[in-house]
């Protein structure tokens, strides 16, 4: 190519348009950021252009001394070309640089042409990808879970330790077959028609297996995933399948425990219902017969019987509110409990309220004081059941309050009904409060000793009211009394198993 641009200047002086085009061919190798050379068959260099001269470890000679020979190491490649005629490749180090050389002898001439590219970038990047991939590797093989990789064939790419491990097979038992060359048809075909949806839809599919293991069927999470290509195609597939076996176990056992525990719930239940009625009759026959005795139906009793027979009345009552209570909390558990609504005045509640309460109070020498707004709206309940509810509310203020007063207080909220009981009693502490609405616990067993009672009032109060819709809930504080608030609808929706 110098030839012939020397040739266009003699000619006449301005290189031609052809020579000008010659010259800037003439530069490429010279601009070209990458090495090139041009050698003898023995490794004479012949050209080297600036690239080149900068990688020292290409030649034998320093590069002080002048480039004249190729090094060493690369003279075998040299051969190798010149021998075959065709191209040859080697990489080379230098420099902290990676090159790769492409010898290419030129037919019918004497020399070689050697083109280099910088590939430090590439190597370094491939060098990532490897250590990435074994730690992935590395995480795969250690992970508790099955793990593998299927080709669109649904042939195994790869499977880690622990899937070869609880089938108690081979890696060459698995890669390159598919599932049903491994499993019996049954576990093959659903593994098939999974991982066809996942490539199908190109998404995850998560589905409950039972793996084949070595020593017996176990239960496993299957989520099996897409492995896409840049342009959104799903060119594999990937699963992880989590054991569940010991949980499956685990829920079993929990779920019969539940229903033995329901049984045992019903059972009792059944045994309080019917120790309840059986106490209940010949309870009602001593009532019967101590007012009989009473109202002298007999003849004329002496003063010191009456008071015997009056105190055999007080306890028998206070006995058959026990059982009621007991029998009430028997049909909350077995389900029987009823609630029958109808439309009532509210002061028909505060009415048979204060009957009840207000001598229980006067005995114990305490005020009983009514506050209620006027013009009350109807309210749709069960006005028995609410007014049992609120007769235990009260009860308890009277039963827990030494001195003061017991007040009950009617209003509306918006389009609900507020009761509430306050007293001057002894209080509740705030750890106790959230205990009270349990079944069989009052505030301290001391009080309970000494006060008396099963502990079921509130409990039965607060079951009525939420079949109302409603809430009962409490603000105390020790030593300075307690709140009992009741909010219902106006006008409640009973659930029809209840009615």
């Known amino acids: 190519m110098d030839d012939r641009l020397k040739q266009s200047n003699r000619r006449g002086g301005r290189p031609s348009g052809g020579a000008t085009q010659l010259q800037a061919l003439a530069r490429f190798p010279e601009e070209n950021p990458n090495p090139v050379l041009r050698v003898t068959r023995r490794g004479d260099v012949l050209y080297a252009n600036p690239a080149a001269c900068a990688v020292a470890d290409l030649f034998a000679n320093a590069q002080g001394e002048g480039i004249s ?39 019918a001439e004497t020399y070689v042409n050697i083109y280099g590219r910088d590939i430090t970038i590439r190597k370094r990047t491939i060098a990532d990808l490897e250590r990435v991939q074994n730690w992935l590797k590395a995480i795969a093989q250690h992970s508790p879970a099955l793990i593998g990789l299927k080709d669109c064939d649904g042939r195994y790419l790869f499977v880690n330790r622990r899937f070869l491990d609880i089938h108690g097979l ?70 992880v399948s989590t054991d569940i076996t010991e949980r499956k176990h685990m829920e079993e056992a929990l779920r019969e425990s539940e229903e033995q525990a329901e049984e045992a719930s019903r059972a009792k239940s059944r045994f309080l219902a019917n120790m309840s009625h059986e106490l209940r009759t010949p309870m009602n026959a001593i009532l019967g017969y101590t007012e009989l005795i009473t109202d002298e139906i007999y003849g004329p009793i002496p003063d010191k019987v009456r008071q015997v027979i009056e105190r055999v009345d007080h306890n028998a009552r206070h006995l058959l509110d026990l059982i009621n209570d007991v029998l009430d909390l028997a049909k909350i558990e077995a389900g029987h409990f009823r609630i029958t609504p109808c439309d009532y005045d509210p002061a028909e ?103 008396g009672g099963t502990g079921l009032g509130l409990a039965i109060a607060k079951h009525m009211i939420e079949l109302h819709g409603g809430e009962v809930a409490v603000d105390s504080t020790i030593g300075e009394g307690a709140t009992f608030t009741i909010k219902m609808p106006l006008r409640a929706e009973i659930p029809e198993e209840v009615r």
Do not use: W
């Open 69 to 107: 020979r190729l090094a060493p190491a690369l003279m075998t490649t040299l051969r190798d070309a010149v021998d075959s005629g065709g191209r040859s490749e080697v990489e080379l180090t230098s420099g902290g640089r990676d090159f790769s050389l492409i010898f290419t002898p030129i037919a």
């Open 349 to 451: 509640l505060i009415e048979a309220v204060s009957a009840t309460a207000e001598p229980l109070a006067t005995s114990k020498g305490l005020d009983f004081e009514v506050l209620a707004a006027p013009d009350l709206p109807q309210v749709f309940g069960d006005l028995q059941r609410t007014t049992q509810a609120v007769l235990n509310l009260v009860g308890n203020a009277i039963k827990f309050t030494g001195e003061g007063c017991v007040r009950l207080s009617v209003d509306r909220i918006g389009d609900h009904l507020r009761i509430s009981v306050s007293d001057t009693g002894i209080g509740i502490s705030s750890e106790s409060q959230s205990a009270i609405f349990e079944e069989f616990r009052q505030a301290d067993d001391s009080d309970t000793r000494e006060k």
């Open 170 to 239: 081979g890696e060459d038992e698995v890669i390159g077959r598919t599932a049903f060359e491994i499993f019996p048809p049954e576990i093959a075909g659903p593994y098939s028609e999974q991982d066809r949806q996942v490539l199908k839809e190109v998404a995850a599919v998560e589905c409950e297996q039972t793996v084949l293991a070595k020593d017996f069927p176990r239960t496993h999470i299957d989520v099996k995933f897409p492995i896409i290509d840049r342009t959104g195609a799903a060119i594999a597939v990937g699963m």
